[in-house]
């Protein structure tokens, strides 16, 4: 939104931010900035660096909601990794091909992601590692459909009759079907013998092709992880090398999946007997961190790591697992230590000491007061507004011609925009999370909710509650009913109600009618 941004970079604490980063006066701490203009703020830091900004959350869940309510199109959400502190079956293909869609964005340039402590303390594979497995198809290709399912099986693709979902791949005949966790759909490959003669789209519901045929496509990795001759030897020593008895079925197990298809399932909670590790930070190169609130982050990662360190001495115990597998992320200590000159918190209620902060910033930002539906109250404060040099803008979405009508009977002109920067009042035709006003910038937003009220979900229109006596109405005597209050079944006997007793119907009494109308079994 122009308007959010040119008001923000007018602001004292935006220019006191991008000082410390030019400057090298990180880590920063800013307080009193408002969760409406957060990540507008962060789009602007992305837009002024040039560089990937992650933002991160306490969760996986907090960090993929503000991916899914970020307004600009630079977002990537990346999910912790699935580590489990014991062996698993099977993994999760959907969460392994988001964290692959992640970083495949991230190999074409910054970005802004979301994502959780976890996973930036993640002990990752090179980033060459990763790369090395991109190889590209196109009309023309020599090579035999066979030998195509082998490269799609060697990327991390799992083999499918039907493919339903990302990081699969099919074959039968001259056809071969693949779904990157990049792609939109999935891609339909068809051979004139060992040649590729169409590459198109289709739907994996309907199964149905469309489009005109592609020329040329990259196909990704499907797993984050794809081990080499070096990487599976390490894997070999390390299983191999313990003698306790109740580990050793576990290990055959996993060297025969290791040798059988290159990779077994939990495979991501053994990084540490890697020798070459690397983090999400040595990926994106030049980057900054903002932490959402550092106190509540470092508060529920270490009660989270406590946890799992209590069930995996159990586990332990009874020789579950070999050792590795809670040592698969970075020390937070020697992390921050690291990372310090890249990181600002975004301040909450607490203050945590991890970080020696070089620059204290405040933001001179305050939540807008809502006015539940009062136009005049609302025509009040606008004119207050205006005329102490604010600009207004009212973000009323679908109601913004409403709102101009309104106004307009209150002599308020308001032109209805896209969210440009213009002087005075102006209605804004988009939603804005919550209502703010840059003080020092002299700009108010509103959002629909500060002006409307909240909307009641899922609530029908018009609906009117049934009756009490609507319900009494039903009934007819000799009919099997349920005490209110005692939850026995009985008999209704009578539907002779007394005038009085209606005043004890409506008034919710009803326990009391059954006791005189209902003949217990």
């Not at 779904?179 to 339909?188: G, I, K």
């Not at 009874?318 to 590795?324: E, L, V």
């Not at 308001?414 to 920067?421: H, L, N």
């Not at 039903?474 to 349920?482: H, I, P, R, S």
């Amino acid at each position: 939104m122009k308007c959010i941004l040119d008001s923000l970079q007018k602001s004292a604490f935006y220019h006191a931010h991008k000082a410390a980063v030019k400057e090298n006066k990180l880590p920063a701490r800013i307080t009193r900035l408002h969760e409406g203009l957060l990540p507008h703020f962060i789009h602007a830091v992305f837009e002024e660096q040039q560089k990937t900004v992650f933002f991160v959350c306490p969760n996986d869940f907090e960090a993929k909601q503000l991916s899914q309510n970020y307004l600009y199109p630079e977002k990537v959400f990346l999910p912790s990794v699935q580590t489990e502190i014991s062996h698993i079956d099977a993994r999760s293909i959907e969460v392994s091909a988001e964290r692959t869609l992640a970083l495949c964005r991230l190999m074409r340039g910054p970005a802004v992601v979301f994502t959780s402590m976890a996973a930036m303390l993640y002990k990752m594979r090179p980033k060459e590692s990763f790369s090395e497995h991109f190889f590209s198809l196109k009309e023309g290709m020599i090579i035999e459909p066979r030998d195509l399912q082998a490269k799609f099986a060697a990327a991390g693709y799992e083999y499918s009759p039907l493919i339903e979902g990302k990081g699969q791949f099919s074959g039968r005949g001259e056809i071969a079907e693949v779904y990157p966790p990049d792609a939109v759909s999935p891609y339909r490959i068809t051979f004139f013998d060992d040649e590729i003669e169409t590459i198109r789209l289709f739907d994996p519901d309907t199964q149905r092709s469309y489009g005109d045929s592609i020329k040329e496509i990259s196909i990704s990795p499907a797993l984050e992880i794809n081990l080499g001759e070096k990487e599976k030897e390490e894997l070999r020593n390390y299983l191999s090398s313990y003698d306790d008895e109740r580990l050793r079925a576990l290990s055959s197990r996993m060297l025969y999946e290791l040798e059988d298809t290159g990779t077994f399932p939990n495979i991501e909670a053994y990084a540490d007997v890697f020798s070459e590790k690397s983090s999400i930070m040595d990926w994106a190169g030049d980057a900054l961190i903002i932490t959402n609130d550092l106190f509540k982050i470092i508060s529920e990662h270490t009660n989270r790591l406590e946890t799992s360190q209590v069930l995996f001495a159990e586990v332990m115990n009874n020789g579950g697992a070999f050792g590795c597998e809670m040592s698969s992320l970075f020390e937070l200590e020697a992390y921050f230590a690291e990372n310090s000159g890249k990181i600002t918190d975004i301040g909450g209620l607490l203050e945590d000491k991890t970080l020696k902060i070089k620059t204290e910033i405040e933001a001179d930002v305050l939540s807008a007061v809502g006015f539940m539906g009062n136009m005049e109250m609302l025509a009040d404060a606008i004119r207050e507004r205006l005329n102490g040099g604010f600009s207004v803008y009212l973000f009323a979405s679908s109601r913004a011609r409403q709102l101009f009508g309104t106004l307009q009977e209150m002599n308020l002109t308001a032109p209805v925009t896209d969210g440009k920067t213009t002087p005075g009042l102006s209605i804004v035709n988009a939603r804005l999370q919550a209502g703010f006003a840059i003080n020092d910038a002299k700009a108010l937003f509103l959002s629909e909710q500060d002006i409307f009220g909240r909307k009641l979900k899922n609530a029908k229109k018009n609906a009117k509650k049934k009756p009490v006596l609507d319900l009494v109405a039903d009934l007819k005597a000799g009919d099997t009913v349920v005490h209110e209050i005692s939850w026995e079944l009985g008999r209704l006997l009578s539907l002779d109600i007394p005038e009085e007793w209606i005043t004890e119907i409506l008034g919710n009494n009803m326990q009391k009618i059954l006791d005189k109308t209902v003949l217990p079994h």
